[in-house]
């Protein structure tokens, strides 16, 4: 099983930028497919963005496409969430989450290994 925790939250002000990490420990996530998903406030957890165990692939949600970027350090074993121009509708508390295997998924329920969650508010 692998554990995985969240950093980089914070409070920024609309049109700035922050940039989330996910450590792993317990197992190393070179074979993982890992992702980021997000929870507004009222609202369900949505899919951000996912990228595939040696990087070749990524996707994005519509709404963050062309201002977040996922990448990720196998050698760290850490995965991060570049954020850029941030929007008052990008606060959330943010996930992220891993499955073994290549194959590069949106779904929440396809993911067995989640952090605790990082708190980021952009302020209007």
């Known amino acids: 099983q692998v554990q995985l925790v969240e950093s980089g939250g914070g409070l920024v002000q609309a049109g700035g930028s922050l940039r989330l990490s996910c450590a792993a420990s317990?197992?190393?996530?070179?074979?993982?497919?890992m992702a980021w998903f997000r929870q507004a406030p009222g609202k369900e957890r949505e899919f951000v963005a996912v990228?595939?165990?040696?990087?070749?692939?990524?996707y994005y949600a519509d709404s963050v496409r062309g201002r977040f970027t996922i990448s990720r350090d196998n050698a760290e074993n850490t995965m991060y969430l570049g954020m850029n121009t941030l929007k008052p509708e990008d606060t959330a508390v943010y996930f992220c989450a891993g499955r073994a295997g290549a194959r590069i998924l949106r779904e929440q329920y396809e993911y067995p290994n989640w952090g605790q969650g990082t708190q980021v508010t952009v302020s209007s």
């Open positions: 990228i595939s165990p040696i990087g070749g692939s990524t």
């Open positions: 317990g197992r190393t996530i070179s074979s993982y497919s």
